[in-house]
């Protein structure tokens, strides 16, 4: 038996359905939707896909998430109401932690949810990120210190919005804006305020119907010859923040003893 036999048993029998009645649904037969059940077969991508949507669970949870133990009610999606998260296992079983391309970054936009896009991508393993879903996006320009071009984020998927926490950072995944590395600050109602920890960008909102994954700050793969910035190699903007914060600080001792 796996979870996911388990999960598709309990979720049938709470929606009070018969093996044969759920396996008509899915345009299957009765034997071969049994040996799902039984943990005799694996699904293929199109009947894991069918089921995700019937049930409106995340093919994620269903894979690797005991929902048994949670509250159907309170199992919130992301709001475009995307509910299939494609995900690829190694022969053990466990999730592989596929690797977005510097290069093609933006194509994860129309492909996150292709099973054959995310099946065809570089994968890692590592050892000591277990228990959820990973992913590594790559770092782009300078708003998240001390992640650059050339670096990795890895983030664990997060299911829930009501699990950000205030001023964890996160990658969050928007229509607009594509791949973006943020502190999470806080929700309200439909926004959510983030900011990046580079002082020269302002913190800004978005609006949660502009999201469509939101990845956990996990681990970090860095350039092999990562440096910490140095003065030499300030650049525009470093100086500008430089000089910002001696703005603040100016203003502060002026005003600040009046």
Known sequence: ????SDNIRFLRVKKDLSQQGFADKLNLSRDRYSKYENGRSEPSYDVLINISKHFHISIDLLLTIDIRKYPLDEILQL???RIVLPIVVDQSGNNSIEIIPQKASMGY???YTDPEYIENLQRISLPFLTHGKYRAFPAQGDSMPPFKDGSYIIGKY??????L???KSYIFITLDDGITYKRFKAKKENLITVSA???FYEPYDIDLKNIVEIWQYASGIFPEEFEADHPQNYNVKDLFLELRK???DLNHKI???Q
Do not use: A
């Open 246 to 248: 001696d703005i603040k």
């Open 79 to 81: 709001p475009d109401n």
């Open 1 to 4: 038996m796996s979870i996911f």
């Open 197 to 199: 920890d580079n002082e």
């Open 255 to 257: 005003f600040g003893n």
């Open 158 to 163: 997060v299911e829930n919005i009501e699990d």
């Open 109 to 111: 936009l129309s492909g």
């Open 165 to 167: 926490k205030p001023n």
